[in-house]
């Protein structure tokens, strides 16, 4: 993060721009790749719930590749829009692809997340990086 500035109720956050976009502009990954950029998103998704927060909308789209994805495999995770505070009853919103059955089951009502909705959505990850789409996508 190179600058974070709050305007009213608002947060601006600057970024490094990246050249080669999201997972979904990526394609196909080998098993490997997608293997060790799902365990950069856990490492990543460890922290925050160990500091108590969920992400809320983990999927290709906002996980960046660094300019040099093809050497070292670098992601940064992205868009922490949805992102809570967690506690018993966080209400929130994620894509419908990777969202948890427990959370589908209740979207008529209030909609609960906890750190077991980004596990899951990980999980969805996993098997989207390969398939170069999202597996509920035909």
Do not use: W
């Amino acid at each position: 993060v190179h600058a974070c500035y709050v305007d009213g109720a608002d947060v601006h956050i600057v970024m490094p721009h990246y050249r080669l976009g999201d997972l979904s502009r990526a394609g196909a990954l080998s098993e490997a790749v997608a293997q060790y950029v799902a365990a950069q998103v856990a490492d990543c998704l460890a922290a925050m719930h160990a500091d108590g927060y969920i992400h809320g909308d983990i999927r290709r789209h906002h996980v960046l590749m660094d300019d040099s994805f093809n050497v070292t495999g670098k992601v940064v995770l992205t868009d922490f829009g949805f992102g809570t505070h967690a506690t018993a009853t966080t209400p929130g919103r994620c894509a419908l692809d990777y969202m948890a059955p427990e959370v589908r089951i209740a979207a008529g009502s209030e909609v609960l997340f906890t750190p077991a909705c980004d596990v899951f959505a990980l999980g969805v990850l996993l098997v989207a990086m390969p398939l170069g789409r999202e597996p509920t996508s035909g």
